[in-house]
């Protein structure tokens, strides 16, 4: 497992069974996200990852604290800065990301990232216009680990691709099926306009 150092502690994340094990108690949605997310997604480990992301609905974001009773949580408020996030406290909605960890001394385990809702559809919170309905958004392992939907992760991830961005649209891109593959690049368009995913979005599914 990666080790990865920064200036409020190291991060040794938990794998996504462990997770799994955090969040089987509160029943609120919820979704592995990130490079796990892909991972999963593709049925096999293809590269390194420094953390682990939880996506929670903001309205859900107790949830959290539920499942990670007695652990240190940490809010990222605004970005690039953490600070304690209090028992049963509603964050700011300029509050995304969430560092978790069993205790001081303890490596950071799990990062919780908050997406907005209206009703029973998911909002990006990077443009209010790309929805889906909750139950839409993610799919099951076989062992019961739910986690984001492909498109949907690879909708954040072109905001800026990174090199490990697009080693992720790589190997997902032949398991997008026809619709996969239109809701992304229509979302893609919509938000960040010409894009370089887009042409290979347009090819057909083998």
């Known amino acids: 497992m990666a080790r ?24 609120d949605p919820w979704w592995i996200a990130g490079g796990y997310a892909i991972e999963l997604a593709v049925g096999r480990r293809f590269r390194e990852h420094a953390d682990i992301d939880v996506l929670l609905l903001r309205r859900d974001q107790l949830a959290a604290q539920r499942a990670l009773a007695g652990w240190e949580w940490w809010a990222a408020d605004p970005p690039g800065v953490l600070r304690p996030w209090v028992l049963d406290e509603i964050l700011p909605v ?10 001081p001394e303890e490596p950071w385990r799990v990062q919780i990232m908050l ?39 690879l909708f954040y991830k072109a905001k800026r691709p990174r090199g490990k961005d697009e080693q992720d649209f790589t190997e997902t891109l032949p398991l997008l099926d026809g619709g996969r593959r239109r809701w992304l690049a229509h979302a893609v368009r919509l938000v960040y306009g010409e894009h370089a995913w887009l042409d290979r979005l347009s090819e057909t599914p083998v």
């Open 115 to 153: 997406d907005e809702s209206d009703g029973e559809e998911w909002v990006s919170r990077r443009d209010a216009r790309v929805r889906r309905p909750i139950d839409r958004l993610g799919l099951v392992t076989a062992d019961g680990v739910p986690y984001l939907a492909p498109e949907v992760q």
């Open 94 to 103: 300029t509050v995304h990301d969430i560092w978790c960890r069993p205790g």
């Open 4 to 27: 990865r150092d920064t200036p409020w502690g190291a991060w040794e994340h938990a794998p996504p069974s462990e997770v799994a094990a955090f969040f089987s108690v509160p029943r």
